[in-house]
């Protein structure tokens, strides 16, 4: 998978090759970490035409899972990289093509405030 490094935390941007072949018993990251895909529940495109797939890892004890997505193109973000979300946004801004979008599909600014798209 392929990886960037901004201000010394490495993140996975996925291409939609690597979205395309996971399967269960694959290692893939999650918002904690990483750890084995236990199931895939989702997988398609979005409304812009990127890949995404949606999982649950094992994670913690024996049993526990957690659930994570990833999305072709996009940083995958870990909970304690140390940015707060306004700072994620712009370094989003600077290293991911096309129009920045929020969790909810809404176009957003460099700051992570919403852009109306109303005229």
């Given at each position: 998978m392929q990886t960037v490094t901004i201000d010394g935390v490495t993140m996975a941007m996925p291409t939609r090759e690597d979205i395309e072949s996971l399967s269960v018993g694959d290692i893939a990251p999650h918002s904690l970490g990483e750890g084995p895909i236990v199931?895939?529940?989702?997988i398609g495109n979005d409304s812009c035409g990127r890949a995404y797939v949606c999982y649950y890892a094992q994670?913690?004890?024996a049993g526990s899972t957690i659930s994570h997505s990833l999305t072709e193109g996009l940083i995958d973000w870990p909970v304690n990289d140390g940015h707060t979300?306004?700072?994620r946004c712009q370094?989003?801004?600077a290293h991911e093509p096309g129009i920045l979008r929020d969790h909810y599909g809404y176009p957003i600014d460099s700051n992570g405030r919403r852009i109306s798209t109303k005229k």
């Open positions: 199931e895939v529940f989702a994670w913690g004890h979300y306004p700072e370094i989003r801004a």
